[in-house]
């Protein structure tokens, strides 16, 4: 079941809060500071809304109407009812701001939403912690430096946040649970719509281990692309840096160093060649002063707070395991025995039809059995790398 310190009653109200046309997360926090999160949150009236801050005439003219309607309030409070039922047989916690759970640094961003879903260890949004993000197109030299980068950096004690996605995010999760650490994955649609893992072999991990997969969305909102400039925000809201390995200079990553930026938070960046474009966001990030060039962890651990570095003691890195293969991933890896090749001739060894081949080889990459090397070429990975 959920564990949420509030009663239901509490958690309903603020639900339904968020339902309000035109009532966001900033003009709900406002409404709860002025009337409380008891009944007088939903009976208020147009002359008491418009003393809001950020509430003028009109939108607390409508706001008061649909307070006061039996229709909007029953489907407000179903919607409501059944998001914190549907949490209950997911083991997800609802959070909200006036949660002692709810993490203190995402208060401090200018817009942190109102309420959090969280599956898994809700004790892990608390510090230290760190964003690891980048490109889905990464590179070799790309994975290996968020490998190293994420075993010292978990080796120090700070979890590693990332949004999942394909790439440099899912490098980032696999390193750190790999070497004994937590890690958190911030979704940009609900935290049952895992999408990038539909089979499950990463997220039931990063459970199992301590950490937790956690969205601003309703259960059942599907990905789309406007929630993940959102969910951005939230990966550097929650964190005391990020990092940024590899990324044109316009997407995601730069979203979110740019949202670390707003935040007063520390931004850091792998440097990468001149000529590659998955380098141009570092690089130009490093280039502006707005980011730290990091060579190693030590370059990172030197400009967060001592406080923030817990000891290592009782903390112990996670023997490799290789997780069972299919036939059609066993027969890659016959392939590839001898000596690193390409993706054309694996297609042709193994007669897998390129679409399935793309996403066997995905699997192997990310439970760090393969590697993908420079040319679309593909080879075992060495057990010391595991």
């Keep these: 079941m959920t564990t949420t310190p509030e009663s239901n009653d509490t958690l309903d109200r603020i639900l339904m809060l968020s339902k309000l046309p035109g009532i966001g997360p900033a003009r709900a926090r406002a409404m709860i500071a002025a009337f409380g999160s008891g009944s007088a949150l939903l009976e ?88 690891v993000v980048g490109t889905r197109r990464a590179t070799s030299y790309g994975k290996q430096a968020t490998e190293v980068l994420c075993r010292d950096l978990v080796g120090m004690g700070l979890a590693i946040v990332s949004g999942m996605a394909y790439g440099i995010d899912m490098t980032a999760h696999h390193a750190a649970l790999e070497h004994g650490g937590v890690t958190i994955a911030v979704l940009g649609c609900g935290v049952d719509t895992i999408y990038t893992d539909p089979s499950g072999r990463l997220w039931p991990r990063i459970i199992e281990r301590g950490g937790a997969i956690i969205a601003e969305d309703w259960l059942g909102t599907e990905p789309v692309p406007g929630n993940f400039p959102r969910r951005n925000r939230l990966i550097a809201g929650i964190t005391l840096g990020t990092l940024v390995v590899e990324s044109d200079v316009k997407g995601g990553s730069m979203i979110t160093a740019a949202s670390a930026l707003e935040q007063n938070r520390e931004v850091f960046a792998v440097p990468g060649s001149i000529f590659a474009k998955v380098s141009r966001g570092p690089n130009s990030l490093i280039q502006r002063s707005q980011a730290k060039a990091v060579l190693s962890a030590e370059d990172i651990l030197t400009e967060l707070p001592p406080a923030a570095l817990l000891p290592t003691t009782g903390r112990q890195e996670a023997a ?67």
Aim: glycine share 4%; net charge negative; charged share 25%.
């Design 44 to 131: 208020a009236n147009t002359d008491a809304l418009i003393q809001i801050p950020g509430i003028g005439e009109t939108l607390a003219r409508q706001t008061a109407e649909n307070l006061a309607s039996p229709a909007w309030r029953n489907k407000a409070k179903l919607a409501a009812e059944e998001q914190i039922e549907r949490a209950g047989r997911l083991d997800t916690t609802i959070i909200t701001m006036l949660d002692p759970a709810y993490p203190e640094l995402l208060k401090q961003i200018y817009d942190p939403p109102l309420a959090l879903f969280v599956r898994g260890n809700v004790k892990a949004l608390v510090p230290p912690s760190l964003a």
């Design 320 to 386: 490799p395991s290789l997780p069972p293969l299919t036939p059609e991933e066993s027969r890659i890896i016959e392939t590839l025995e001898k000596e690193a090749i390409h993706i054309d001739l694996i297609a042709e060894k193994t007669a897998l039809p390129l679409e399935q081949l793309l996403v066997h080889l995905f699997e192997l990459e990310m439970n760090r059995i393969i590697l993908q090397e420079p040319g679309q070429l593909f080879s075992i990975r060495p057990p010391e790398r595991r």
